[in-house]
């Protein structure tokens, strides 16, 4: 099926870097829409990076526009993060999510058909 499996996060200081993988449980399922959502306590979950892996285009959520790169290893089917110059704000629980065809349409950060277990980010002051 499509479920999806992250790994990667972990605690950093202000300033640190982590990357994030996210790679389909079965590994021949393969999603063309993939993204990074978020959600920090008391908070709504919210986009953060998509892409589409058949062209590999991608968007940003504007708070991490030129400190993450979302990216993808089409041989490895694998997904990732690289989340730079982390700031205390970006501290949630990451949630990678798939789906064939949100990305075609003008919304990326719509409706998702398959998610993971989610992978926590904390970052200190």
């Known amino acids: 099926q499509g479920e999806l499996v992250e790994s990667g996060g972990g605690s950093v200081q202000a300033g640190g870097s982590l990357r994030l993988s996210c790679t389909p449980a079965?590994?021949?399922?393969?999603?063309?829409?993939m993204a990074w959502f978020r959600q920090a306590p008391g908070k709504e979950r919210e986009g953060v990076a998509a892409i589409r892996i058949s062209v590999g285009s991608t968007i940003y959520a504007d708070s991490v526009k030129g400190r993450f790169t979302i990216s993808r290893d089409k041989p490895k089917n694998t997904v990732f993060l690289q989340l730079n110059s982390l700031k205390p704000e970006d501290t949630a629980m990451y949630y990678c999510?798939?789906?064939?065809?949100?990305?075609?349409?003008?919304?990326?950060?719509?409706?998702?058909?398959?998610w993971g277990q989610g992978t926590q980010v904390t970052v200190s002051s």
């Open positions: 999510a798939g789906d064939s065809r949100v990305c075609l349409g003008d919304n990326w950060w719509g409706t998702y058909s398959y």
């Open positions: 079965d590994f021949d399922w393969r999603h063309n829409c």
